[in-house]
Structures are given as C-alpha cells and as structure tokens.
C-alpha cells in the first residue's frame, strides 16, 4: 500500500501538505501526494530510536540475524509492484531495478550472516596479572553500536541505498535503531520499502523505534534530523555540497558526530601505451559501455581517462566517439540531474582549454547524450574546475607528454572511490610506479572497468576526500558495519556485570581474542542468541 504517509515506529501520520513525485520520462504525475514531515515528525522519530537504542543493541547475535532476514524477506514479499513503482519514479529499466532488489536483498542477507558469526563484535579479553608489579587489571573490551543513525535515501539507487541499502543494513548490523530520510525523487518506492521494515520490526517483536521513515523534499528536515542530539552518525550518499552541509551540521553540535557520507568521484581510468596500442579500439568499446551504464548516474562511472598523447590515442578518442554516437540519449533520474549535467557539459563547452570530441544529438527534456571531451595534462593540472565531476554520462580524455606528466596528472587529483589502470606485459614498471600514486588517492584501484561494486568482505566502497568525508570508511561490505560501532572496555567488572560477549562461558559462542591469542568458540551446543 503507498498512501503518503509518514512512518514512526508502528504508527502513520499524514500532513496537510504534500509533494509530488514524477515520471523522469514524460513528466507525468506518479502515485498519490506524500506527506512532508516536519521537525515534530523528527523529533518523534528520534525519541523513539534512543528509547528503543539499549534494547535493540543489545541483542544476541541470532537474534539480530534473524530480524535482518525479516527485513529481507519483507522486502521479498513485496512483489512486482516494488519493481513497477521504482520504475516509474526513476525511468530506470526493469532489468536494472530487479538486480538492484536483489543486492538489496543480499547484501541485508550478507549482513546477517556476519551478525550471526559475531566477529564484528571483536571480543577481547586480557587477563588479571595480580603478581605483576604493578598489578595488571582484567580487561575486557568489545564493540557497541554508537546509538541511533539517521540514513538519507540516494537518488541513483532507489533500492540499494535508499531506505532498507547498505547504510541500514550496517547500522542494523551494529544493533544501532534506523531514522530513514527518504529521497523525494522515488517517495513510492521508499515508503513500499520502509512498511516491509516496519512489519519485519512488528513480526520480530521489536520496540517499535528501531525503524522510522521520514519523507519531505526540505533541506531543512535532513538538517533537523542531523541536529537531533539522539542521532550519533550519519549514512549519506548524494551530492558534494548536500554531504558538506551535513557535516557542517554535525560538526557544530554539542555533540558532534561522524557523517559518513559519499559525495564526489570521478575514477580516473589510466591507458598505459602498451595497452593502448595494442587495444585501444577494444578498450574504447568497454569504456563507451562503462560511461554510459545507468545513463553515467553510478558514483563509479569513469569520468576521466588520462593516457600518453600519440596516434594510438587518437584512434582511441575516434573509436570512442563512434561509439558513443551509437548510444541513444537515456532518461536521467529526475529533472535536477539533467539539469546539472546540462550545466556541466556546458561549462566544459565554454572552457577554451576544452575540446569536444564527441557530438551530442537527440537529447531533450530529461533525456541526456553522452559528451567526450579533449584537453591536455597542463590545463586539467592548472585549472581545477576541468577536474570537477560531471554526473552523468560525461567524461575528459587527458593528454599527457610522457608517463612523468601521467604521474603528475594523477597527483593532482582529489580523492577518488576508484581508479583503474589498464596495462599490457610491456606496462608493468610504468604500472608498478603508479600504483602507489593511486593507491593514496583511491578507495579501490582496478584492473578493468570501475562500474558496478561487488557486495563482498573485501570490497571497499569509499575512498580520501572528496569521494567520502571519512577516508577511513566504506558504505558496502560488512567492513561498513564499523561506522556504526564504537569500543569499550570493561576493567575488574564481576562476571554478572559483563556483557555475554565477554563473560567466561563465552554464551555466544564466539571466536574471541583472549591474552593476544585468537581463540575459536568450543562446539556450540546452543546458538548464540
């Protein structure tokens, strides 16, 4: 059922005014108006998280488990309408919105496996030395979920980081309670989504704070959410200057607190010259494919490729340019976009260190062309607004005199998620050289096209300033759960004060560090709970 309302806790609220959400594609009115909720709305929302906090955090690790699999299983049950509805409110193809329901559905599955194993919890345990002089106390220490976390929904994944993606996930993982602010592009999608978390919370007999969902359109309802001083961190993808005020926000608090928020990329692509000459028309084949997946709106996308100029180079721009001129103007995600691309692309036009390479045919109204463009190693250098991201399906082809202005190229960027260098056997010293260059800049550095982000252990999804506002973090894998969690140490506490994790009969079963050796649990004749 979407109705527009407001979701707090169990309850559902209405207000007297409402927005609207529209197909990208022709403009047309989608569903019903929805509900703006206000600064009471968030108010309510958070006193509920922090009453509903201890209980929910502290969970058994089966327990916890088993209400993400709900979470899961709810989103599920929803069915085809999930699908038709996202379809409408973002223009994206079927095919694309059933992958994406079926991250989001494993990626929640994957976080409660890793709940269930409890190494998240990093179990500590170092023994009483009462003969030593001075005495060493017992120590025993674990991680504890931070407390509730405000999420905001993206506008490129209306599933996979929106209302139940991977900022929920980990922040459930943690045990932390949920405020989801939705994204207003897709308010339909985000209220299907966040009833199926609330029924999972209702099915698991949780305390109805874990899960609220506020829809609205205001910069001023993620701002109040921010500033509830019950929020102690924040999940955000969008925009540069949408993350910076909400960091800003935070920063000013009594109690400031981490926002984890991915903002701006644009994954350089490095063509080394045996590549290039040797595969330059296959490469730009895959790289007109990876530029215009999803219409360019994937924060991985290959914004720029820098490479050695020559006659190998040429021939790659030409067989990219044809390609691109076969790709027909998609459907961007909602007006704003396309409208920020638009300015972008022409700002790029303007530039007199800029050339086009590639002609723009056939886009109207939110439907948008591919753009290629041309400059050299010495403008992107000296001109930093050549290195701003375009968000969409726009990209800068580098030119560099030899692999010393590569390097210097790539010294001269910002902090990326990704990077990618393509190489051929006669490349490996120029790549070998690089790779630490890349590596101080990038959350994760491939060999072969940076679209699309694997929801494994190892993945990271983050990266330096300004691809996130913590360098340390990741918004996908289980490694993101630690965003949401915090250490703490317990000194000489008797057995009855000691959290299950840490007592001596280990409860929970759990692989736990004891006096610096990693231990495995014995033979679990219960599970964890």
């Given at each position: 059922?979407?109705?527009?309302?407001?979701?707090?806790?169990?309850?559902?609220?209405?207000?007297?005014?409402?927005?609207?959400?529209?197909?990208p594609?022709?403009?047309?009115?989608?569903?019903?108006?929805?509900?703006i909720?206000?600064?009471?709305?968030?108010?309510?929302?958070?006193?509920?998280?922090?009453?509903?906090?201890?209980?929910?955090?502290?969970?058994?690790?089966?327990?916890?488990?088993?209400?993400?699999?709900?979470?899961?299983?709810?989103?599920?049950?929803?069915?085809?309408?999930?699908?038709?509805?996202?379809?409408?409110?973002?223009?994206?193809?079927?095919?694309?919105l059933e992958?994406?329901?079926?991250?989001?559905?494993?990626?929640?599955?994957?976080?409660?496996?890793v709940?269930?194993?409890?190494?998240?919890?990093?179990?500590?345990?170092d023994?009483?030395?009462?003969?030593?002089?001075?005495?060493?106390?017992?120590?025993?220490?674990?991680?504890?979920?931070?407390?509730?976390?405000?999420?905001?929904?993206a506008?490129?994944?209306?599933?996979?980081?929106?209302?139940?993606g991977?900022d929920?996930?980990?922040?459930?993982?943690?045990?932390?309670?949920?405020?989801?602010?939705?994204?207003?592009?897709?308010?339909?999608?985000?209220?299907?989504?966040?009833?199926?978390?609330?029924?999972?919370?209702?099915?698991?007999?949780?305390?109805e704070?874990?899960?609220?969902?506020?829809?609205?359109?205001?910069?001023?309802?993620?701002?109040?959410?921010?500033?509830?001083?019950?929020?102690?961190?924040?999940?955000?993808?969008?925009?540069?200057?949408?993350?910076?005020?909400?960091?800003?926000?935070?920063?000013?608090?009594?109690?400031?607190?981490?926002?984890?928020?991915?903002?701006?990329?644009?994954?350089?692509?490095i063509?080394?010259?045996?590549?290039?000459?040797?595969?330059?028309?296959?490469?730009?084949?895959?790289?007109?494919?990876?530029?215009?997946?999803?219409?360019?709106?994937?924060?991985?996308?290959?914004?720029?490729?820098?490479?050695?100029?020559?006659?190998a180079?040429?021939?790659?721009?030409?067989?990219?340019?044809?390609?691109?001129?076969?790709?027909?103007?998609?459907?961007?995600?909602?007006?704003?976009?396309?409208?920020?691309y638009?300015?972008?692309?022409?700002?790029?036009?303007?530039?007199?260190?800029?050339?086009?390479?590639?002609?723009?045919?056939?886009?109207?109204?939110?439907?948008?062309?591919?753009?290629?463009?041309?400059?050299?190693?010495?403008?992107?250098?000296?001109?930093a607004?050549?290195?701003?991201?375009?968000?969409?399906?726009?990209?800068?082809?580098?030119?560099?005199?030899?692999?010393?202005?590569?390097?210097?190229?790539?010294?001269?960027?910002?902090?990326?998620?990704?990077?990618?260098?393509?190489?051929?056997?006669?490349?490996?010293?120029?790549?070998?050289?690089?790779?630490?260059?890349?590596?101080?800049?990038?959350?994760?550095?491939?060999?072969?096209?940076?679209?699309?982000?694997?929801?494994?252990?190892?993945?990271?999804?983050?990266?330096?300033?300004?691809?996130?506002?913590d360098?340390?973090?990741?918004?996908?894998?289980?490694?993101?759960?630690?965003?949401?969690?915090?250490?703490?140490?317990?000194?000489?506490?008797?057995?009855?004060?000691?959290p299950?994790?840490?007592?001596?009969?280990?409860?929970?079963?759990?692989?736990?560090?004891?006096?610096g050796?990693?231990?495995?649990?014995?033979?679990?004749?219960?599970?964890?709970?």
């Amino acid at each position: 059922m979407i109705d527009g309302s407001i979701l707090i806790g169990q309850g559902t609220r209405r207000s007297e005014e409402s927005f609207r959400a529209y197909d990208p594609a022709t403009g047309a009115v989608v569903g019903p108006g929805f509900s703006i909720a206000s600064t009471q709305d968030v108010a309510d929302a958070c006193a509920l998280a922090a009453d509903a906090a201890e209980a929910f955090g502290s969970l058994g690790p089966t327990v916890r488990a088993a209400f993400i699999e709900a979470v899961a299983d709810a989103i599920t049950a929803i069915g085809d309408v999930l699908i038709e509805t996202a379809m409408a409110e973002t223009g994206l193809p079927r095919a694309r919105l059933e992958g994406e329901r079926g991250r989001t559905i494993g990626q929640l599955q994957l976080s409660a496996s890793v709940v269930r194993q409890g190494d998240w919890l990093d179990a500590t345990l170092d023994s009483a030395l009462p003969e030593r002089v001075p005495p060493r106390p017992a120590l025993r220490r674990m991680n504890r979920p931070v407390g509730p976390a405000a999420v905001f929904g993206a506008s490129n994944f209306p599933l996979a980081f929106s209302v139940a993606g991977g900022d929920t996930a980990s922040a459930f993982a943690a045990g932390c309670p949920v405020v989801v602010k939705g994204h207003s592009a897709h308010p339909g999608t985000g209220e299907l989504v966040a009833r199926a978390v609330q029924k999972a919370v209702a099915a698991c007999g949780l305390p109805e704070g874990v899960f609220s969902y506020l829809p609205g359109k205001s910069h001023e309802l993620g701002a109040a959410l921010v500033a509830d001083p019950r929020i102690k961190a924040v999940g955000f993808t969008g925009s540069r200057g949408g993350g910076l005020h909400l960091v800003d926000i935070a920063r000013k608090r009594k109690e400031p607190i981490p926002v984890y928020a991915e903002m701006s990329s644009v994954n350089p692509v490095i063509i080394l010259p045996g590549a290039l000459a040797g595969r330059g028309i296959e490469l730009a084949g895959a790289f007109s494919s990876s530029l215009t997946l999803g219409a360019g709106q994937f924060c991985t996308n290959p914004g720029t490729i820098v490479a050695v100029d020559g006659p190998a180079l040429d021939i790659f721009v030409g067989a990219a340019a044809d390609a691109l001129a076969g790709v027909e103007p998609a459907t961007m995600l909602n007006s704003g976009i396309a409208e920020a691309y638009r300015e972008g692309v022409a700002a790029l036009d303007r530039n007199p260190a800029v050339e086009r390479a590639s002609d723009i045919h056939g886009a109207s109204h939110n439907r948008c062309a591919p753009a290629l463009f041309d400059t050299t190693a010495e403008a992107y250098v000296r001109d930093a607004s050549i290195r701003e991201e375009v968000f969409g399906s726009a990209a800068i082809v580098v030119r560099c005199r030899d692999l010393a202005e590569v390097a210097a190229t790539v010294s001269a960027m910002e902090g990326q998620l990704t990077a990618t260098i393509h190489m051929d056997d006669g490349d490996m010293e120029a790549a070998q050289a690089l790779s630490p260059l890349l590596a101080d800049k990038v959350g994760r550095l491939v060999n072969g096209w940076p679209t699309g982000v694997e929801v494994t252990h190892a993945m990271v999804h983050g990266g330096p300033f300004p691809a996130t506002s913590d360098t340390r973090s990741t918004s996908v894998g289980p490694l993101a759960i630690a965003r949401f969690l915090r250490p703490v140490c317990f000194q000489n506490l008797p057995e009855e004060m000691l959290p299950p994790a840490l007592r001596d009969g280990n409860p929970w079963r759990l692989s736990r560090r004891i006096d610096g050796e990693l231990r495995a649990p014995a033979v679990a004749t219960q599970p964890n709970a």
